[in-house]
């Protein structure tokens, strides 16, 4: 697309009044909630998709910082600060394409797939300085994240795709440069993954919470920056065990999907239970829980991620438990009659 082909494109006229309406009802719902980022996370996904204008790569509505260099953004860097930002560092696809709009620079830098998520880096410049980047009650709890107000979608299929946890994570490096990875879960797809693919993305707006102050509507960036990415996939970087085991209360598990960055594990149960009814608990091969970081449950099976943070799982035992226990020392000396399913996991086979 030339400068030409940008011009014929018709902004609709309320663009900005569609992205305050998104801002105005976050803020609104985050005082409602008194939960910080509730709003923004919410709204931010579910408005996203009637903000449709997708521009191709490397072409903002206006350039302002033409002279901003493509920087490269090292995952090794992001992988710092930032859990399971993805590990094999040597699969990732090089993009370093930047896009300016209204004083803010994003640079998408690199994407990798590794058979279950897909990692694309973003570095956000901005000619204002960034506020909220600590909170002002407690100057050691550190922001580390921004909230995308977006348009995603993959050349393959019309599924929608959102950001892991609604947000891309990293840090501030200063008052005017952010650097981050969003990743999105691609496991439920319907459409196989093809061997190459692109990650389209229109960004409308950026947020920044303020973590002091439930009552403020936090940092918002509004703009219009417009990326289509290539993409290629290393399926050998995903280890794929069958297991199909389940006992007799429907309960048990499908497979587990091993990566260098994280295990995902696919659970079966019947369709009248419910979450709380059979609650998962992952133990490593020294008996110690290992924290699930997401666990989404649909009709008959379920998807739980476990982020490794470069840590090595060689077993895992995986548990079905009728209540919630708390407690190290309460869950080693649990009663067996809660414990509703138990299965021990060779990784390495």
């Known amino acids: 697309m030339n400068k030409k082909d940008l011009d014929k494109i018709n902004l609709p006229n309320d663009l900005d009044d569609v992205i305050d309406e998104a801002i105005n009802m976050a803020h609104e719902d985050k ?32 350039t302002l910082a033409q002279g901003i260099s493509n920087i490269k953004i090292m995952f090794e860097e992001i992988h710092d600060n930032i ?67 977006a348009d995603i979608k993959l050349s393959f299929t019309d599924e929608k795709i959102i950001e892991r946890n ?13 650097i981050g990875v969003g ?23 950026l947020a920044i919470e303020n973590m002091s102050s439930s009552d403020d509507e936090g940092q918002v960036f509004k703009g219009n920056w417009g990326f289509k990415i ?21 309960l048990g598990i499908n497979k587990i999907y091993n990566t260098p960055s994280e295990i995902k594990i696919i659970t079966k149960h019947t369709k009248d239970m419910e979450i709380m009814s059979c609650m998962l608990y992952v133990f490593d091969e020294n008996g110690k829980m290992i924290l699930i970081e997401s666990d989404k449950w649909y009709d008959d099976y379920s998807v739980a991620t476990i982020i490794k943070d470069d840590r090595d799982f060689h ?35």
């Open 166 to 178: 609604g947000r891309i994570e990293g840090k501030f490096i200063d008052d005017h440069t952010f």
């Open 230 to 250: 290539p993409v290629k996939v290393e399926k050998s970087l995903t280890k794929e065990i069958d297991i199909n085991d389940v006992n007799e209360r429907g």
């Open 315 to 349: 077993k895992i035992r995986v548990e079905f438990w009728s209540e919630v226990v708390k407690g190290d020392e309460e869950r080693a000396n649990v009663d067996k009659d809660i414990i509703m399913y138990s299965k021990e996991i060779n990784l390495d086979n």
């Open 31 to 62: 005082k409602k909630n008194k939960i910080k980022g509730k709003g923004y996370k919410k709204v931010f996904k579910t408005i996203a998709a009637s903000v449709a204008i997708v521009i191709t790569l490397g072409i903002g509505t206006t």
């Open 183 to 205: 990743q999105y879960d691609l496991i439920d797809l319907k459409k196989p993954i093809p061997n190459e693919f692109e990650f389209i993305t229109t960004i409308n707006a």
């Open 83 to 149: 859990k399971g930002s993805g590990s094999s560092l040597k699969y990732e696809t090089e993009i370093n394409k930047t896009v300016s709009n209204n004083g803010i620079g994003i640079t998408i830098s690199e994407a990798i797939y590794d058979g279950q998520s897909l990692y694309i880096t973003y570095k956000v410049e901005s000619k204002d300085a960034f506020k909220y980047i600590k909170d002002d009650k407690f100057p050691n709890v550190v922001n580390n994240q921004m909230l995308p107000l």
